[in-house]
Every structure is written in C-alpha cells, then in structure tokens.
C-alpha cells in the first residue's frame, strides 16, 4: 500500500513563500489521484488542491486559487505544493492524500491514503 510523507513545512512571515512535498512509498504514484488538505486551529478539514495522475487535470479550493500550484513529478514519486503570497489565514496543519480514481475529488472521504500532516504557520 502506498505511505506518503509531507515536507517543507515550517513558520513564515505574511507574504512568503512555502513549497510543500509529498513522497510516496510502497507503490508509486501511477494513477492516483492526489490531493492536499489542511485543518487549522478550531477548524474542520479543507480542500486545498487536486492533481490528477498526468499533471492535466488541477482543482483547487477558493481560498487559495491563484496564489498555490500543486504539480507532481511521477518519476520521483513526488507531489508538490506551491505556496505563495502566504498569510494568516493559511496557518493549519497540511496533508497530502492519494487514491486511485479517475476523478478529482474534493471531499477528504473520497481519499484512502493520507500522509501524517505537516504544519505551516505564517505569522503577521
């Protein structure tokens, strides 16, 4: 079965920069679809972005449509997310998710494999 560990995360200033990774292990990431999400303080979990297994097919959540990117590079079995023009509000606990579909899906239940998340905290 497939394990995915997150990296990259850390604490930042308002206006910064962050990219997360996600690595897999035990399978690659051939067909899965592969997603982020991240639970703030208080909050329930969120969609961030979705990535469909060839790079072609990206959803992403409102609130940060236009200032992340999540791609993917198969041959190292790698997930990434771009994070730009951070702020507060992105403060939360990220997770990479996968599963092998054929559609993006935005709702965390439709994600069997889950990484064990990584913080992000961006300070004013």
């Known amino acids: 079965q497939v394990q995915l560990v997150e990296s990259g995360g850390g604490l930042v200033q308002a206006g910064a920069s962050l990219r997360l990774s996600c690595l897999a292990s035990g399978r690659t990431f051939r067909g899965y679809v592969v997603g982020w999400f991240r639970q703030g303080p208080g909050k329930g979990r969120e969609f961030v972005a979705a990535i469909s297994w060839n790079n072609v097919s990206v959803k992403y959540g409102d609130s940060v449509k236009g200032r992340f990117t999540i791609s993917r590079d198969n041959a190292k079995n790698a997930v990434y997310l771009q994070m730009n023009s951070l702020k507060v509000e992105d403060t939360a606990v990220y997770y990479c998710?996968?599963?092998?579909?054929?559609?993006?899906?935005?709702?965390?239940?439709?994600?069997?494999?889950w990484g064990q998340g990584i913080q992000v905290t961006v300070s004013s």
């Open positions: 998710a996968a599963d092998l579909r054929g559609t993006l899906g935005s709702s965390s239940a439709a994600y069997g494999y």
